[in-house]
């Protein structure tokens, strides 16, 4: 049985690691999050969340594209490179439109990548998130 499907019986939505450095938004969002009955846990920087994402890794990881020391795109590019974690969506919260960025263009490009621009409304990331785990169930029962 698969993650999501397994968690989903277990009462669940899924399990989403959320990645910002503001440590108040990851909070807020983690908590908005376990009220919609998604399971959650936290990262304020881009080498914890590659740490959590490979020891116990996310049906969803909802990611802030600007963090000091490493971004969100260079967080993404290496949860690409390891088996565990490379088909695991993404959904990158930013405040840049989306002309700004290539490199975030060329990601929102692939299939399990979304993007919710700041600030978001509560039902815009939990559509955004129904959407992504929805289209990750379908590849996994194909």
Sequence with gaps: MSAVL??????????VLVVDDEPLLCRMVSAMLMRAGYETRTATNGQDALKQASQHPPDLI???????????IEVARQLRTMSRTANIPII???ALDRSVSIDLRRFTEEPDVYQVDK??????????IAVALQAKKGQVLA
């Design 6 to 15: 397994e968690k989903e019986s277990n009462g669940h939505k899924g399990y």
């Design 62 to 72: 909802t990611l802030d594209v600007m963090m000091p020391d490493m971004s969100g």
């Design 92 to 94: 990158f919260v930013t």
């Design 119 to 128: 600030p978001f409304s509560r039902a815009q990331l939990l559509a955004q």
